[in-house]
């Protein structure tokens, strides 16, 4: 079985400021990563993803994330973000039989 | 590439009736598909995986009877809530993977479904 925790359930965030938003997971086996944003209303739609090589993913929109086998950790960072950049983000870890697992969301508030 | 589309993408029904949801590939041939349930300000939570050709296979707690899965081509999956209630109520979400590249999710844009 496998588990995911996102440490922060809202973060504001300034426009043209950095942005961390953390995850965590939990898992006995070999994991896949990944972090989907959802806009309001909408489905989800795929950052980035980590399935094995380099540990710095880099994704859509100037995402990127890294992952840490030590610290069972999968960061999402952005260097500067955008009023648009503000919706719903989910980290989610799945295995070998591909069912995703999904941590609870950070919601991504960025203000002008 | 690598669409998938849901509907309709809202709906309202009476308590009791059964309500049908779509889920197409419109791309790629989808030889599963995942069935997730949103309640407002919650994470996803799947309730079945779905193969073309066989049975669906539901997570614990969700009533099979119920949630009415069935995956009768490589593109075309649907989710019917049978004699719906008020607490069936949710943001219902579908997802795709294809044959080969399974690792990777193409999430439909989700139904909302109100019973009144």
């Known amino acids: 079985a496998q588990s995911v925790t996102q440490l922060d359930s809202q973060v504001p965030v300034f426009e043209e400021a950095p942005v961390e938003l953390r995850c965590n997971y939990s898992?006995?086996?070999?994991?896949?990563l990944f972090w989907y944003v959802q806009y309001p209303n909408q489905g989800l739609q795929l950052l980035l993803k980590?399935?094995?090589?380099?540990?710095l993913v880099k994704g859509i929109n100037g995402f990127e994330a890294e992952f840490n086998k030590s610290q069972t950790s999968f960061h999402l960072r952005k260097p500067s973000v955008h009023i648009s950049d503000t919706a719903e983000y989910f980290c989610?870890?799945?295995?070998?039989?591909?069912?995703?697992?999904f941590g609870a969301g950070t919601t991504v508030t960025v203000r002008a | 590439g690598a669409v998938v589309s849901q509907h309709p993408s809202w709906v309202i029904c009476k308590s009791g009736t059964s309500v049908k949801i779509e889920c197409r590939s419109l791309?790629?041939?989808?030889?599963?598909m995942f069935w997730y349930r949103q309640f407002p300000k919650q994470s996803l939570m799947l309730m079945a995986t779905?193969?073309?050709?066989?049975?669906?296979?539901?997570e614990q707690g969700v009533e099979k009877d119920k949630f009415l899965i069935n995956h009768a081509s490589l593109t075309l999956s649907t989710l019917t809530v049978t004699s719906a209630h008020p607490e069936d109520s949710s943001f219902y979400i579908c997802?795709?993977?294809?044959?080969?590249?399974?690792?990777?999710?193409?999430f439909g844009p989700g139904t909302r479904l109100t019973v009144t």
């Open positions: 898992s006995s086996v070999s994991v896949y």
């Open positions: 997802s795709a993977a294809a044959l080969g590249d399974e690792d990777e999710q193409y």
């Open positions: 791309d790629f041939q989808a030889t599963t």
């Open positions: 989610a870890v799945s295995s070998n039989d591909y069912k995703l697992s």
């Open positions: 980590y399935l094995s090589g380099s540990t």
């Open positions: 779905s193969n073309e050709g066989s049975k669906a296979t539901y």
